[in-house]
Structure formats: C-alpha cells, structure tokens
C-alpha cells in the first residue's frame, strides 16, 4: 500500500473516532470546554511525536512559524464552531457538513496557490458535495 494512503486513512480513521468522542462529550459539557481538552491532549500527542521524530520545532523558514499560527486561528474558529455543531444537532450532519472543508482548500489552492484543477477533480469535487447534501439532508 503506497505511504501516503496508509498514512492518510489512519488519520480518517483517527478523525471519525475523534468525531463520535467529540460528540459524546458535548452532550455533557460545553463545546469549547470540550475543544479545549480535546486539543490540549492532541497538543501533547504532537509534541511527543516531535520529539520521537527529532523534528526541529521551527523549522528553518521564520516566517512559516506565522504562517502556522494563522493555520492555528484557522483551525480553532473551525474547531469551535465545529464542536458547537455537534452540540446543536445531529453528528452525522455537523460532522459531514465540515467535511467539505477540502472543497474550500482546493479553491484556496487554485486561487492562493496557482493550483490547478482537472475535469476529473471538479467532477469529484462535485459528486462529494451531492453527497454531503444527501447525507446531511
């Protein structure tokens, strides 16, 4: 099996656990409380990760440490509304609904980036968000 792809569905498989857990534990405590406990946890798990890796912490670009943090107030806005949903309704829902954040960087991707995009990656883009719909709908 190719790296990227194991590599990749552990972390789907890791983000759907992370999903019903999250969704547990709103049901007793505030969103936020549980995002902050939620992300402490997975704060520490990355940094012993580091430091198994040896990875430099700053990496040698300064100003990806800024880039990183903007990616940080990007991720807890997403993460607070995210954990607020589950909260307010149904997981499947909130849970699907978020899940088109790929949709977003690839039009990021293409905007920011200069990325480009294939007939097949817009027809897959759009099949995915029929399928959000009829999921979540």
Request: proline share 1%; aromatic share 8%; net charge negative.
């Amino acid at each position: 099996m190719n790296h990227v792809i194991g590599l990749a569905l552990i972390g789907a498989v890791a983000w759907g656990v992370w999903a019903v857990l999250a969704d547990v534990a709103t049901r007793s405590m505030a969103p936020e409380a549980a995002m902050i406990v939620s992300y402490a946890v997975g704060i520490g798990v990355a940094v012993l990760y580091v430091f198994y890796r040896g990875t430099a912490v700053l990496g040698s670009d300064p100003s990806a440490v800024g880039i990183a943090a903007l990616a940080g107030v990007a991720s807890g806005v997403g993460a607070i509304a995210y954990y607020a949903a589950l909260q307010a309704g149904a997981a499947g829902i909130a849970t699907t609904i978020t899940a088109l954040y790929f949709v977003v960087a690839a039009a990021l991707g293409v905007v920011a980036l200069g990325d480009s995009l294939a007939v097949s990656d817009i027809a897959g883009i759009g099949a995915a968000v029929v399928a959000v719909v009829l999921i979540a709908y």
